[in-house]
């Protein structure tokens, strides 16, 4: 097998996410390594890698903007002279479910530092990710019921109606590939073990962006609304306080569960403290398969805060797809012939990196 590489998670990303060929305009959009998100080596790392493909490159510091996220006039004007966009910023999660110009390819880099791009998260190759989403995303769209449970008593049950029209996931490409389309939540219901905290989607950033309990919290749904909140009474009042602020600060539905979706991606591991930076921890660590992600509070995608469900077990119509975090992606009805084309990936598999950057969940 060849050895991972920082340089060769930068060529995938090139190569075959955006289809790069040479003499495309690339223009990188980034956000200062000041912001404590994506480190001071990955701009350089990809323009190296743009080179070497003779692909022009043009770089555009877009910051950071909190609870505001646009194209700016002057992204739109460079945008124009651009084949391709990568995001090396925040702003292109914010802006993947919004209205883009067409004809681009723009990208946003869930690898957020050297590390990650020279982890399997960045080197396995990127078609193998893509076939692997569109597999699952047929699997539960044929589904008459799919049931979530994990070791801390999340019991979900519904059955999926899936939209995958374009209008049912991002407009913007992601790389690494690391989630199916997310299963809009209105025909599903149970209750959420919560991991300890609630936190932000990455929509946008606010104070107190993230709430932690002293002990064990449910989420409570019915039929995709949220009703209410098991746990000890200071939890359950912390709980209920975040929603509360979170809502009126935006105006939004405050008991709206919007969509779920867990990890593909065995190679998406988290090497550092969750605590040290959710925002981070959020933005990247849910392409592991330990993860599933809820999308509430807002009647969009992805919402405002989410839940995050520790090593799910997924079960559509019988069918263990999801086994304690762990994806059996060869238990798809392609997915042994997926995984037989990109041995890359399916090596990822057989070692998949568990780390998730919380101590407690093993």
């Known amino acids: 097998m060849v050895d991972f590489t920082p340089e060769r998670g930068a060529l995938n990303l090139l190569r075959n996410c955006a289809r790069a060929r040479s003499g495309d305009r690339l223009l990188i959009a980034y956000e200062s390594p000041e912001y404590g998100y994506y480190d001071d080596l990955a701009v350089a790392l990809i323009c190296d890698a743009a080179k070497s493909l003779n692909l022009p490159v043009e770089l555009i510091d877009v910051g950071f903007n909190p609870d505001n996220p646009h194209l700016t006039s002057e992204l739109r004007r460079k945008l124009n002279d651009t084949d391709i966009i990568l995001f090396l910023a925040r702003l292109g999660d914010q802006l993947r479910f919004s209205d883009i110009p067409a004809g ?161 991606h065995p190679g998406c591991g988290y090497p550092w403290p969750a605590r040290e930076n959710y925002e981070r921890w959020g933005g990247v660590a849910f392409g592991n398969p330990r993860i599933l992600h809820f999308h509430t509070c807002g009647a969009y995608a992805p919402g405002e805060i989410s839940w995050n469900v520790i090593d799910p077990t997924i079960v ?42 919380l101590p407690h969940a093993g």
């Open 104 to 264: 681009k390819r723009m990208i946003v880099s869930f690898a957020v530092s050297q590390e990650l791009f020279g982890s399997g998260f960045a080197n396995g190759h990127h078609d193998a990710f893509l076939a692997l989403k569109n597999a699952t995303n047929a699997s539960l769209a044929q589904a008459s019921e799919v049931r979530i449970t994990c070791p801390a008593g999340t019991d979900i049950v519904g059955r999926p109606e899936m939209d995958l029209t374009p209008s049912g996931d991002t407009s913007i490409l992601r790389f690494p590939m690391s989630v199916f389309t997310p299963v809009p939540a209105h025909s599903f219901s149970g209750r959420a073990a919560l991991s300890g905290f609630l936190t932000g989607t990455g929509s946008r950033y606010y104070d107190n962006y993230t709430v932690e309990f002293d002990s064990p919290v449910y989420a409570l749904m019915e039929n995709g609304r949220l009703t209410g909140f098991q746990g000890t009474a200071d939890d359950v009042a912390r709980a209920n306080a975040h929603y509360d602020y979170v809502a009126e600060r935006f105006g939004i539905d405050r008991n709206f569960v919007h969509s779920w979706h867990a990890g593909i």
């Open 316 to 357: 559509a119509d019988g069918v263990t797809l999801w086994d304690t975090g762990r994806f059996h992606a060869e238990r798809l009805p392609d997915g042994a012939a997926i995984l037989q084309q990109f041995p890359c990936a399916d090596s990822l598999f057989s070692r998949p990196d568990r780390n998730i950057g």
